[in-house]
């Protein structure tokens, strides 16, 4: 026995097939009332649409791709999980399915990722994160003329449609708030060096600090890999220092979590004997002991926004912004030494 068609769908809530395949489809240009009638009828009727046959006619997959950039066989960061989460539920509000795979950055394995889901028709857009000095991936897909959304900016004389977080202001107020309670030694654990919101962020903080008339000491600026583990050794590392930094900026929370952890083995207290920053305000920065003072980034949100931008463009609609820079907010908890 045959299952109900478009057909019977559109005769039962009495909108012209067009409607209801548009409605079923997340087009912009159906009213929101008569999406949820649409689709609230075809649950209650058990309607299954004919996937592969709308995907030719359309000339679509309606699938977006995403290649974590990670280290390792899977990856524990809440960064990613947060993202990940609003970038999939943003698509399956907008009836698109979401293709994610997880490479090492900058290797043959991720660069193939991109060849095969793009030359293979497996995807119809692409969303970029964490872009890199010179990003080969960017220069890729814009090529080709290959739909893509990037979360950060691009040092290459390429326009492409991107979404990023002003890291240097926010740097600048991390800055700001640890001059003011009085530090003068104070550290960065920076990120790798050739990714394009290490190199805002610490712009950020440096210009802070030398329109203060300080700067970053000998053997205070360490370079690491943005996980807990890296920020645990490279605290260690300015802690063996002689005066050690009395603040540690970290670039991301994760390492701000290690390196609370190394300072807090060696018996300090955070927020007293020493100061400690983040960036990003992932869950578990509220959570931590103490509290991390942090820059937030609406990471969730920013999921659902580069989804949303780039099944616009996917549908050929017009964006109202293509390149949208957002402010982030400075976060004071315990860390830092106020509560």
């Not at 769908?9 to 409607?19: D, F, M, N, P, Q």
Request: proline share 5%; charged share 25%.
């Amino acid at each position: 026995m045959r299952g109900p068609t478009l057909k019977d769908l559109a005769e039962k809530l009495g909108l012209s097939i067009t409607t209801v395949s548009r409605a079923l489809g997340g087009y912009s240009d159906v009213a929101e009332a008569t999406r949820q009638r649409v689709l609230q009828a075809a649950e209650e009727m058990g309607y299954v649409p004919d996937v592969t046959a709308r995907r030719l006619q359309k000339g679509r997959t309606d699938t977006i791709g995403f290649v974590i950039p990670t280290f390792g066989p899977r990856f524990s960061d809440p960064y990613f999980s947060e993202l990940l989460a609003g970038i999939g539920n943003e698509a399956a509000r907008q009836n698109f399915d979401l293709l994610v795979s997880t490479r090492a950055p900058d290797t043959p394995e991720e660069k193939q990722a991109y060849r095969r889901m793009v030359e293979g028709r497996l995807v119809d857009g692409l969303l970029v994160v964490r872009t890199r000095v010179k990003d080969p991936r960017i220069t890729y897909l814009s090529n080709l003329g290959f739909p893509f959304v990037s979360f950060g900016r691009s040092d290459l004389a390429v326009d492409f449609t991107y979404l990023d977080v002003d890291g240097a202001l926010g740097m600048e107020w991390v800055a700001q708030h640890l001059i003011a309670l009085g530090h003068e030694r104070v550290a960065y654990i920076s990120a790798p060096q050739d990714l394009m919101f290490c190199i805002h962020r610490s712009k950020g903080l440096q210009a802070t600090l030398q329109r203060n008339g300080l700067s970053l000491r000998s053997g205070h600026l360490v370079v690491c890999d943005l996980t807990e583990g890296g920020g645990f050794k490279a605290m260690n590392q300015l802690l063996d220092l002689n005066p050690r930094p009395s603040a540690v900026v970290a670039c991301n929370d994760l390492m701000a979590m290690g390196a609370m952890s190394a300072a807090q083995r060696r018996g300090l207290a955070v927020g007293h004997d020493v100061a400690i920053t983040g960036f990003d305000d992932i869950p578990l920065a509220q959570h931590a002991h103490p509290p991390l003072t942090t820059v937030r980034q609406p990471i969730y949100d920013i999921g659902r926004r580069i989804c949303r931008m780039l099944i616009r463009m996917i549908r050929g609609e017009e964006l109202p912004e293509r390149h949208v820079l957002l402010e982030p907010e400075l976060v004071v908890r315990e860390s830092s030494g106020i509560g």
